[in-house]
T-cell receptor
Framework: AQSVSQHNHHVILSEAASLELGCNYSYGGTVNLFWYVQYPGQHLQLLLKYFSGDPLVKGIKGFEAEFIKSKFSFNLRKPSVQWSDTAEYFCAVNPGGSYIPTFGRGTSLIVHP | SAVISQKPSRDICQRGTSLTIQCQVDSQVTMMFWYRQQPGQSLTLIATANQGSEATYESGFVIDKFPISRPNLTFSTLTVSNMSPEDSSIYLC???????????FGQGTRLTVV
């Protein structure tokens, strides 16, 4: 069965620190990749997505992610986090041709001012 | 994009009762889904809501416990039946426009069963 692994369940950083959240998946075929974010008290929303093309994708609020096919990875990065980045982050994978994403467990990020 | 309105946003219910959660999308979407999200855990897909026909349930979820309706392209309901404290969770409605599109989510329903 397809699975999505997020290696960091809880991350605590100070403002201006760099962030990298790991995401690996087990599906071997074509995939669509997503990072979603859930700010406190708000609904899940899309942070960025990869369907094809340039494996380095940029999303909202200065986030980016790199798709490395050989490593089955789609890690999320931000060079300098802000207090407002405190949220829950979910990696998700759709096998090519599927409507239904499989989600990772999520990473809780707390940024101290 | 799509905006999803979900209600109620939270409820506290007595065990043995049922709660129906409503999900309204502001545009026509291809697929609608219901997820359960428990603290510190991933989103677990309950079922795909099919327009005008029975929902497609994932392993571990059954129609008698989680009946789902989708009478048209933009509206769906999930009922949590004969509730027990183990049903306490956040229930999320989601929708997509099709293949190669992202998913959109409602704000969730936080259910507590006492």
């Amino acid at each position: 069965a397809q699975s999505v692994s997020q290696h960091n369940h809880h991350v605590i950083l100070s403002e201006a620190a760099s962030l990298e959240l790991g995401c690996n998946y087990s599906y071997g075929g074509t995939v669509n990749l997503f990072w979603y974010v859930q700010y406190p008290g708000q609904h899940l929303q899309l942070l960025l997505k990869y369907f094809s093309g340039d494996p380095l994708v940029k999303g909202i609020k200065g986030f980016e992610a790199e798709f490395i096919k050989s490593k089955f990875s789609f890690n999320l990065r931000k060079p300098s986090v802000q207090w407002s980045d405190t949220a829950e982050y979910f990696c998700a994978v759709n096998p090519g041709g599927s409507y239904i994403p499989t989600f990772g467990r999520g990473t809780s990020l707390i940024v101290h001012p | 994009s799509a905006v999803i309105s979900q209600k109620p946003s939270r409820d506290i219910c007595q065990r043995g009762t049922s709660l129906t959660i409503q999900c309204q999308v502001d545009s026509q979407v291809t697929m609608m889904f219901w997820y359960r999200q428990q603290p510190g855990q991933s989103l677990t897909l309950i079922a795909t809501a099919n327009q005008g026909s029975e929902a497609t349930y994932e392993s571990g979820f059954v129609i008698d416990k989680f009946p789902i309706s989708r009478p048209n392209l933009t509206f769906s309901t999930l009922t949590v039946s004969n509730m027990s404290p183990e049903d306490s969770s956040i229930y999320l409605c989601s929708a997509t426009g099709g293949v190669n599109t992202e998913a959109f989510f409602g704000q969730g329903t936080r259910l507590t069963v006492v």
